[in-house]
C-alpha cells in the first residue's frame, strides 16, 4: 500500500499505513515482536471510541487512546499461565538445542565510534550466509537488531534459544549492488542530528570515523577486503530486509539494484556458530576513530 504525501523513510510504518488508507478504513493500530529494552510487553494500549449505529462508522471525534504501563502486580489468570506454560514445555527441546560455543562473552558494547563484538560476529556470519547467491562483498548490521548479549558463563554453550533471543526477528538476508559513491553515502547516514546508529560492518568493510567532522563528511579511508573503495564501481551489499527498505533512516539502500533475498537471518547466524565454534571475540578495529 503506497504512503500518503510527506509520509518517508524514518516514519514508521503505523503511519504510512494509516496515512495512507481510504476514508473506509475507521482505526489502524500496530504492534510489534519486541519492546523497549526487550522487555515484554513494556505497555499496553487501550482504545476507546464510539460506533454509529446506522452507518456502522466510527465516531471519530470519540476516539481516545492511552498506554497503560504493565506492572506485572496482578494475579495471573490460571489458563493463560497453563497457556503459556504449555508451550515453553513444546519449544523448550529446540531452544535449548546446542548451536555452537564461544570462548568468552560476545556483548554489545560500543567502542567510540559504535563498534561492538557481537555485531562484528553477525555481520561476519550474514557475509557468509550471503557470498554464495547473493555475491556478498560487505554486510552490514544495525544496532537495534541485535537484542541481547551472548554470556559465555556458565560453559560457553550457546543454545538456539540464546541465539533467538540475539536475532528474534526472522528478518530475510537480502544483497543489493550499490556503487561505491553510494555506500559512502550510506555510512555516512550513520549520524545524524536526530540520531546516531552504527552499523556493524564485516571483516571486509573497514573505514576512518571522525565524529568532529560536521554531518555527512565523517567517512573517509574506506577499504573492501583491503582495497580503497572505488566511487564508481558497483558493490554487492548484504544487509537484512528491515536496512535494505531503507530502515532506521538508511534510506541510500533504497537505491540499491539487483535485490536477492536469501536465508533468516537467524538461520545464518546459528549457521555460522556451529560452523566456526569455539568462536572467540573479534578485534574491534574495522571502524577506526579519527
Known amino acids: 500500500m503506497p504512503f500518503g504525501p510527506g509520509v518517508g523513510v524514518g516514519v514508521g510504518v503505523g503511519v504510512g499505513v494509516g496515512v495512507g488508507v481510504g476514508p473506509g478504513v475507521g482505526a489502524v493500530t500496530t504492534a510489534k515482536s519486541s519492546s523497549p529494552r526487550t522487555s515484554p510487553a513494556s505497555v499496553i494500549s487501550q482504545a476507546d471510541f464510539k460506533v454509529d449505529r446506522k452507518s456502522g462508522d466510527i465516531i471519530r471525534s470519540t476516539v481516545t487512546v492511552d498506554n497503560h504501563v504493565v506492572t506485572r502486580d496482578i494475579t495471573p489468570d490460571p489458563a493463560t499461565a497453563a497457556f503459556v506454560q504449555d508451550w515453553r514445555d513444546r519449544v523448550a527441546a529446540v531452544a535449548n538445542q546446542q548451536v555452537g560455543t564461544i570462548t568468552a562473552d560476545l556483548n554489545r558494547a560500543q567502542t567510540a565510534v559504535g563498534e561492538s563484538v557481537l555485531g562484528n560476529v553477525i555481520a561476519d556470519a550474514q557475509l557468509e550466509a550471503t ?23 556458565p560453559d560457553g554453550v550457546v543454545t538456539y534459544g540464546e541465539a533467538f533471543a540475539v536475532q528474534p526477528f526472522s528478518n530475510l538476508m537480502q544483497v543489493v549492488t550499490l556503487t561505491g559513491a553510494q555506500l559512502d553515502a550510506l555510512l555516512e547516514q550513520q549520524w545524524t542530528a536526530a540520531r546516531t546508529a552504527v552499523l556493524s560492518p564485516s571483516s571486509t568493510l573497514r573505514y576512518t570515523a571522525t565524529l568532529s567532522a560536521p554531518f555527512g563528511d565523517r567517512v573517509s579511508d574506506i577499504t573492501i577486503d583491503g582495497v580503497p ?16 527498505g531503507g530502515g532506521d533512516g538508511f534510506s541510500e539502500f533504497l ?3 539487483d535485490l536477492w533475498s536469501g536465508p533468516i537471518d537467524l538461520d545464518a547466524f546459528t549457521a555460522y556458530l556451529t560452523a566456526h565454534s569455539p568462536i572467540s571475540p573479534p578485534a574491534r578495529d574495522r571502524i577506526t576513530a579519527g
Open 131 to 153: 557470498r554464495t547467491g547473493g555475491g556478498a562483498q560487505v554486510a552490514l548490521m544495525n544496532p537495534g537488531g541485535i537484542r541481547a548479549d551472548l554470556a559465555f558463563a
Open 229 to 244: 573503495l572505488d566511487p564508481a564501481a558497483s558493490y554487492r551489499v548484504a544487509a537484512n530486509n528491515f536496512l535494505v
Open 255 to 257: 537505491n540499491g539494484t
